[in-house]
C-alpha cells in the first residue's frame, strides 16, 4: 500500500502544469489588470482604471489605500518600485526608500545597549518614503490628478469597514500602542473594554490622516490655480508633506516620542529613478533593484541555476529542492555581506556579484550528497578587477578562506537557538504588493512597506512612522555595507520584480514576507519557466524556504537573527520518498499548508493579446481585471 502512494504521490508531481487545479481562478483582462493585497484596495486601482488612468495612476490609488488600510504598512514607510514605459521600451527602478536620520549612528545603538536598532517605535524610523515615492511617479509617468488618485484613499480614511486581519492585530499589540499617545488615541477605539481595538466590520475613522491627505490636495488644487502644471502641482503637494506643514507636525510627534528625524532629514530626503539590475536567464531578462535590497540575491539565483538542467530533475524533487536550496544558500551568504546601500560609500562589489562566471565558480560549491552548513560569503571581488578589501574584516568575523573554492566557510554562525515559532516569524514578516498593466504597456510592480502595525503615529498627522532601521547592523563584520549612519539607507528585504522576452513584458510579480520574498519569487519564476505554469498555478504553487541566512528583522540579540544551516520549510504535500531523501542530506524539515508566500503576478499573452493575472491563496490578496 505504501509503495502505491509513493507511486501516485510521484505521479501527481510529475503531471503537467496544465492538469494542476487552483483554489482562485486566474484573471483576464484585454484593457487592464490591477492585483494588491486587500479586495478594497484592489477595487481602488479598478475605479482609477476606469477614470480613465493609466497602470501607474492604479499602482498609486492602490498604494495610497493599502497605506490606509494598514494592510501591514501605512503612508510612513517606504516605497520600491519596477515601471516599464512603453515609451521608451526601458525599465525604470524607483527608490523611495527612507534614510537614517541625525544622530542614528552605530554608537548611539550601542551607547543604549542595543545590538541591531530597534524593532519598533520612534528610534526605528526612517524618513518617510512612501507619499514622496507614489507623488514622484504619479507626477512623472501617470495621467490623473493626485486627488484623483487619492479619492479612495480619502473616503477610506472618513472611514471604512476595517477587517478582521486588521483589527485583531491592534488587539494583539496594544499593549505597544498604548505607549504611544497618538496611536492609542487612533487605534484603541473602545478603551477600558475586554477588547479596546475595532470590531471586524466597524468603520473605522481617521480623521488626523484624513486631514493629512486633504491637506495634499489642496496644495495640489492651490497649485493649479496659479497656473501651475499637473507635475508641478502635484510636486507642491509634495513640498507640503516634506518642508510645510505636514513635516513640521510629523517631526514635532515624532521627537515629542523620543524620534530623532528631523525637518533637515526630511527636506533633504528625495526619491531616486535608478538603473535596474538585470541578468539573462534562457533568453528572459529579468530585472530587479539595486543591492539597497535582496533582490540581486534572486539574479545571483538564477546565474547559478542557469548552470543546471532543472526541468530533467522534476519539479520538487529532492535533487531539485537541494539545488535549489544550495543555490539560494550561496547567494543569500553575499547577500548577508556584501549588500548595502548603492548611494553610499563603501561601494559594493555588485559587477562581480552578477558576473557569470563568478556564478559558475559558486555553483561548483554545491553538493550533491549533503546540505553544506558551511556555506559563506565567496570573493566577487577578481570579477570585476579589484582585491577584496574586506578579507582582514571576514578573517575577523571567523571566516576561513577555502583557496580552492574561494568560499568563506564560517566558523560561528550558527547556533541559532530561537523559539520556531519567533524565528519563523521574523523570517515571514510581510507587507503588501501591487502589479498594475495596462493596454497602452506600462507595467508596475510594487512592494511597499513600513510603518506596519503596532505603529508609532508621528504626532497629529495620523501617519504612522517606519521601522526599517531594524535592517541595519551595528557590527561591521556582520556587513561594512550596511551599517548604520545618518542619511544611509538600510539593505531591505523588499523586491519588485519584472521580466522581458524579446524585448516586451513578459512577467510582473512580487511577493510579501520578509527574507522569503527572494526565495519564493525565484520559484515562482521558475514554475513559470521550467515548468509552465500559469501563473495562478506557480502563485500557489508549493515552495519552500531555506532558514540558512541571517535574519533582516528582528530579534535583539545577535544570536536570534544567526542562521539555521539545513532547516528547510516544505509544503504538506511534499510525498514521504521525497521527504526521507531530504532527511539522508542532512535536513531538518517543517511543514505548512502553504508555502508559496502571498505572490501577485501578471502574465502578458502575446499571442492573444491578452492579460493573466495570479493572485496567490495565501492570504487576502485580490485582483481585478477587464
Not at 121 to 150: D, F, I, K, R, W
Not at 427 to 433: F, K, P
Request: hydrophobic share 35%; aromatic share 10%; glycine share 10%.
Amino acid at each position: 500500500m505504501k509503495l502505491l502512494y509513493v507511486l501516485l504521490a510521484q505521479l501527481v508531481f510529475s503531471l503537467p502544469a496544465i492538469a494542476q487545479q487552483t483554489q482562485k481562478p486566474p484573471l483576464h483582462g484585454k484593457h487592464w489588470m490591477a492585483i494588491t493585497g486587500k479586495p478594497l484596495a484592489a477595487t481602488a486601482g479598478a475605479m482609477t482604471f476606469q477614470k480613465g488612468g493609466n497602470a501607474v495612476d492604479a499602482a498609486c490609488a492602490m498604494l495610497a489605500a493599502t497605506c490606509t488600510m494598514w494592510d501591514v504598512l501605512s503612508w510612513g514607510g517606504e516605497t520600491q518600485a519596477l515601471i516599464y514605459n512603453p515609451k521608451t521600451k526601458k525599465v525604470i527602478a524607483i527608490n523611495a526608500m527612507g534614510v537614517a536620520p541625525t544622530g542614528a549612528t552605530a554608537k548611539f545603538f550601542k551607547d543604549k545597549g542595543y545590538n541591531f536598532p530597534p524593532e519598533n517605535g520612534p528610534l526605528a524610523a526612517t524618513t518617510p518614503g512612501t507619499p514622496g515615492g507614489l507623488m514622484h511617479m504619479l507626477a512623472n509617468y501617470g495621467t490623473l490628478s493626485l486627488e484623483q488618485v487619492l479619492a479612495p484613499a480619502l473616503e477610506m480614511a472618513a472611514g471604512y469597514p476595517i477587517e478582521a486581519q486588521t483589527a485583531n492585530s491592534i488587539e494583539k499589540n496594544k499593549a505597544l500602542l498604548k505607549q504611544w499617545p497618538y496611536s492609542k488615541k487612533l487605534f484603541l477605539t473602545h478603551p477600558g473594554q475586554p477588547r479596546e481595538a475595532p470590531e471586524a466590520g466597524e468603520i473605522f475613522v481617521q480623521q488626523d490622516l484624513l486631514q493629512t491627505l486633504t491637506k495634499l490636495v489642496d496644495a495640489e488644487k492651490a497649485a493649479l490655480k496659479q497656473g501651475k502644471s499637473r507635475k508641478e502641482a502635484i510636486m507642491a503637494a509634495y513640498d507640503r508633506f516634506y518642508t510645510g506643514d505636514i513635516a513640521q507636525e510629523f517631526v514635532r510627534g515624532s521627537k515629542e516620542q523620543g524620534g530623532l528625524i528631523t525637518m533637515q532629514d526630511l527636506a533633504r530626503w528625495k526619491p531616486l529613478e535608478e538603473e535596474p539590475l538585470t541578468v539573462n536567464y534562457k533568453g528572459i531578462d529579468v530585472y530587479k533593484l539595486q543591492q539597497w535590497t535582496q533582490g540581486p540575491a534572486m539574479l545571483q539565483g538564477l546565474n547559478i541555476l542557469e548552470n543546471f538542467d532543472l526541468k530533467a530533475m522534476g519539479y520538487n524533487s529532492s535533487k531539485y529542492i537541494h539545488t535549489v536550496y544550495q543555490a539560494m544558500n550561496l547567494s543569500f551568504a553575499d547577500r548577508d555581506f556584501y549588500y548595502g546601500d548603492s548611494h553610499a560609500a563603501p561601494e559594493e562589489p555588485i559587477k562581480g556579484l552578477l558576473s557569470k562566471a563568478y556564478a559558475r565558480q559558486r555553483a561548483r560549491l554545491i553538493q550533491y550528497q549533503k546540505n553544506d552548513p558551511r556555506i559563506g560569503p565567496g570573493d566577487p571581488y577578481p570579477f570585476e578587477g579589484r582585491k577584496n578589501p574586506y578579507l582582514k574584516l571576514l578573517k575577523a568575523r571567523g571566516y576561513e578562506m577555502d583557496t580552492t573554492k574561494r568560499n568563506f566557510a564560517p566558523k560561528h554562525d550558527v547556533g541559532n537557538h530561537s523559539a520556531p515559532a519567533e524565528y519563523q516569524d521574523r523570517l515571514w514578516r510581510g507587507t503588501t504588493t501591487m502589479e498594475a498593466a495596462d493596454q497602452e504597456g506600462w507595467v508596475v510592480s510594487v512592494t511597499p512597506s513600513g510603518g506596519w502595525l503596532p505603529a508609532c503615529i508621528a504626532g497629529n498627522t495620523g501617519v504612522g512612522m517606519s521601522q526599517r532601521m531594524q535592517s541595519f547592523v551595528l557590527d561591521p563584520t556582520l556587513n561594512p555595507f550596511n551599517v548604520v549612519a545618518p542619511g544611509k539607507r538600510p539593505r531591505v528585504t523588499l523586491t519588485p520584480s519584472m521580466a522581458l522576452k524579446d524585448g516586451k513584458p513578459f512577467l510582473s510579480f512580487a511577493v510579501q514576507g520578509g527574507d522569503t520574498q527572494d526565495q519564493n519569487l525565484l520559484q515562482f519564476f521558475l514554475n513559470v519557466v521550467e515548468f509552465g505554469m500559469t501563473v495562478q498555478q506557480a502563485s500557489e504553487a508549493a515552495n519552500f524556504n531555506t532558514n540558512q541566512l541571517w535574519l533582516s528583522l528582528g530579534g535583539s540579540k545577535t544570536d536570534d537573527r544567526k542562521p539555521k544551516p539545513g532547516q528547510i520549510l516544505l509544503n504538506k504535500s511534499t510525498p514521504e520518498q521525497v521527504r526521507e531523501e531530504l532527511k539522508k542530506l542532512g535536513y531538518t524539515l517543517s511543514f505548512e499548508d502553504r508555502t508559496s508566500g502571498p505572490i501577485n503576478a501578471i502574465y502578458f499573452d502575446w499571442k492573444h493579446g491578452s492579460l493573466w493575472g495570479g493572485s496567490s491563496n495565501h492570504g487576502e490578496d485580490y485582483g481585478i481585471g477587464w
